[in-house]
């Protein structure tokens, strides 16, 4: 007889990390243009992806179970740029600096309460 368990299934007993593997993965745009057209990248949206996941992982949230910071291309929200886009609320942001960053991870990635005052409005699209 075979043994047919895959190699990196988990048991019952593991250290096991949520149903979903990540709590929240909170994903940046950081699309470039160079046709002019607007894109994140022109408002440093690296600098703010950067800053997430420092922050992110200063306050002990990265990691299995928790929060993963992703980079994102275009996610056609341009409009409304710079975006991030929080799961699974599917909570989008508009962000303006680093201490707009700071608010998302204390207050939604930490605590789970979405910061009204940056979301992005709801009918800016491309
Ligand atoms: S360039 Fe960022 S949403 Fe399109």
């Not at 992110?56 to 179970?65: D, I, M, Q, R, Y």
Request: proline share 6%.
């Amino acid at each position: 007889m075979t043994n047919s368990t895959p190699p990196h299934s988990g048991t019952q007993a593991d250290s096991a990390p949520a149903p979903g593997y990540y709590q929240r993965h909170i994903f940046f745009c950081l699309n470039e243009r160079s046709n002019g057209e607007a894109c994140c990248a022109q408002y440093d949206a690296m600098a703010a992806f950067e800053r997430c996941k420092s922050q992110v992982k200063t306050a002990g949230l990265a990691g299995p179970g928790q929060v993963r910071v992703n980079k994102a291309g275009c996610l056609d929200r341009c409009a409304a740029g710079p975006v991030a886009v929080v799961y699974p609320e599917a909570v989008w942001y508009s962000y303006v600096d680093a201490s707009d960053i700071d608010e998302i991870v204390e207050s939604h990635l930490k605590n789970g309460q979405v910061v009204q005052r940056l979301l992005t409005p709801a009918h800016l699209g491309r």
